[in-house]
């Protein structure tokens, strides 16, 4: 790779420009150029840890209970939002890509065996071990709702700038400009682009490539296409069409304790490193049957540790765990900010009693403390949480939900009065997200009773009361889905089954903005693939066309 300096221009023409180097940026990158492409990759950062490059003033959030502030949510430079990523890579399931007649929207131009084959690249570039999302082990007996046999991996060290963005830098095909803010996009009479242009150290670049791909992150993409959208008010499905629509995250929380009749029985459901030195975990997760017989988005369950901010947990290691994620400055050092946020609670801090906690078995948590500091922070793999063991078998019980498409949770582009461009984002969860989380706890509940090996105690006292205390975690912000959706025409998306723009030959985004659904799954590990799956089918159309077997800008191939 070339690192291009203050006064170095990029070479006149590259095969392919890829704009972001967060995790999907920097895979669609090094796969380009391994399959002989000469890449320029773009981005607004420097080489430096991620750094936030988004401000208040030109985002701007419409409501703050349901979407995280801005600055927990985007980093720029190389390795992107990886460095507030947790690390959690989870594959989609068939039904993800299906028409569900419960989820209007529901059906992709894709299936999953078109994305599967790129799982293995994915899984290298992320350094998750193997691709292999199925758990050898058997489900408990009288499970038949739920599955336990869908697996999260994890990432051996998920900051992937010094990992991935290192083997970005070896790589002779690869020229990268920092502090590079794209800007423009110019397109000639037939909407093929011819140039991008990246504003730099207060110079405007006209940056040219074959091939041309937003990488960016969904806030990026779409205010960048929204802003193309005013001067061409047919594009991207026209004006209040698809772009900017559909703004999808998840619906994540616990609203329950599971109860284990044999405490024994939390070993299958926490942490294990694998054959592959990854760390693994198993989910409780609803069956594609049970899902449509309910009617539910797919969600998912795994086990957790009571609130650490709780005194009445009585643990002497969480409370120890608390204390030093309180302190900013070392707890932002131990977990991604969003995370932090949510275990050490609403002020104020209880430090007294947490003190209380320690000194009766301060011997117990000073041991513990240093097993979690040696699994995570003094190991070649880095272990992502720790589950600790009580003899009573109550643990937390953690939900993962998908959330329905909404057009009307959405990103606009408004002008404010003193002439700031701002995107406005109105992130909003319906009743329906949390309708179906509680009918998943309900069957998860049924289940795990008929079956005789634990039940769901809720922490709220009536179903009126459970039922609100899931609308106060409605909140993400974190997983930009749904923005510039993928369909079959331009007036129900933004991009088409390959994820090249509709209407255009050579603009093509790589970004989880692209999923019709969110899925119960956390979108990196599908969206890098989904980039590895673009970045061949972009070079094997180049290989064709040199061949002389399509003409340049046939459509043939999308």
Known sequence: MTVLGRKEQPQKRYD?????????GLACALESAREGRHVLLVEAGGSDAGIL??????????????HAPIELTTRSGIGGTSWLWGGRCV?????????????????????????????????????????????????????????????????????????????????????????????????????????VSASRDGDVLKLRATDYILAMGGLEITRLLLRLQRRMPDAFGGVDGPLGRYYMGHATGSIADIVLDDPARAADLDFVLDAHDTYIRRRFTLTEAAQRENEV???????????????????????????????????????????????????????????????????????????ILRHRYLSNVRKPGFILRNVSGRYAIHYHGEQVPNPDSRMTLIVESDGQ??????????????DSLLRAHELLDAELRAAGV?????????????????????????????????????????????????????????????????????????????????????????????????????DSLW
């Open 91 to 195: 594959a989609f399931e068939p039904i993800d890509f299906e028409p569900r007649d419960y989820v209007p929207g529901s059906d992709w131009p894709i299936g999953l065996a078109d994305v599967a084959p790129y799982f293995g690249r994915a899984a290298d570039h992320l350094d998750c071990g193997a691709a292999q999302f199925r758990s050898t082990e058997t489900d408990w007996d009288g499970l038949s709702q739920f599955t336990m046999s869908n697996l999260e991996r994890w990432a051996r060290r998920p900051k992937l700038g010094p990992g991935l963005g290192a083997r970005v830098a070896a790589h002779a095909r690869i020229d990268v400009l920092l502090q590079a803010c794209v800007t423009d996009v110019e397109f000639d009479e037939t909407r093929t682009v011819t140039a």
């Open 297 to 371: 988005l797919n969600t998912s369950f795994y086990l957790d540790n009571p609130p650490f901010y709780e005194v009445e947990h009585r643990n002497p290691t969480l409370s120890a765990v608390f204390l030093g994620i309180a302190f900013p400055p070392v707890g932002r050092r131990i977990l991604a900010e969003g995370i932090r946020l949510r275990h050490v609670g609403p002020k104020p801090y209880r430090i007294a009693a947490h003190v209380g906690n320690i000194a009766r078995r301060p011997f117990r948590a000073a041991a513990d403390v240093i097993d």
């Open 16 to 24: 392919v420009i890829i704009m972001g180097a967060g995790p999907v």
């Open 53 to 66: 490059d988004v401000s208040t003033n030109d985002t701007q959030v419409a409501d703050p209970e349901r």
């Open 421 to 434: 461009e701002v995107l406005k984002l109105d992130y909003r969860y319906v009743d329906q997200d949390v």
């Open 454 to 554: 634990a039940h769901l105690e809720y922490l709220r006292d009536n179903p009126v009361e459970v039922r609100a205390f899931a609308w106060e975690q409605t909140t993400d912000g974190f997983h930009s889905i749904g923005t510039t959706r993928m369909s079959v025409d331009a007036e129900r998306g933004v991009v088409d089954a390959d994820c090249r723009v509709h209407g255009t030959s050579n603009l093509h985004i790589a970004s989880s903005s692209v999923f019709p659904t969110s899925a119960e799954a956390n979108p990196t590990f599908f969206a890098v693939a989904l980039s590895v799956r673009l970045a061949h089918h972009l070079a094997e159309a180049s290989r064709q066309r040199e061949s002389g077997l399509v003409q340049a800008g046939d």
